[in-house]
């Protein structure tokens, strides 16, 4: 079945460290999307990409890096420069034709905790 | 500026009487509209998608929304809940950016829906 996959589904960061998160699509998506959730305040944006090799930062970028090697893979590393990273983290694709109404399909997630 | 609002933050129903969600948008131009659905640790389904053909829309599991361009909203609704509609929902917007170019999803905060039996 096409789909998303994020891994791991629970993470643990300790003090100072980098941790990457997954996100793999088998949808042929040109666009990828990082979401953080945190209770009661929606989605928001972290990093998108639109295109295999670049990339842009959306509205919470710092302390995050991505990087966009090939189409299927979109990981995510928070940084020990992130002071809060616990939160939801969603990775959601999306086709760049048929136009506006196009939806974006989200993985199943990463909770992510601070040790 | 553009945004959208869910107006209410919860929602309480008993089983088998209808469901009502509301969110309003604003923007100076043409949204693209959908819902999704969230249950616990999961990620968000699409539950449907304004497309413009026609404005009362039908989607998964019973549930519609309709369209009203002069008052802005897209409530979502269905006639009966059941008890596994308990979740949250999100109303999620996209604008066109100028020259057309397909803008980024905004999100609404999200109605947690409760279903007593």
Redesign the interface.
Known sequence: DGG?T?SPKYLFRKEGQNVTLSCEQNLNHDAM?WYRQDP??????IY?SQIVNDFQK?DIAEGYSVSREKKESFPLTVTSAQKNPTA?Y?C?SCT?TG???Q???????T?LSIL | AQSVTQLD?HVSVSEGTPVLLRCNYSSSYSP?L?W?VQHP??????LL????AATLVKGINGFEAEFKKSETSFHLTKPSAHMSDAAEY?CVV?F?NYGGS????I????TKLSVKP
């Open positions: 998303i994020q999307y009661g305040q929606g989605l928001r944006l998108y959306g939801f969603l959601a760049t136009g506006s109404n939806p974006q399909h989200f993985g199943d997630g909770r | 933050s693209s959908f999704y640790n999961k990620g968000l389904q699409l998608k304004y497309t413009s999100f996209r066109m397909q803008g980024n999803l999100f609404g905060k999200g």
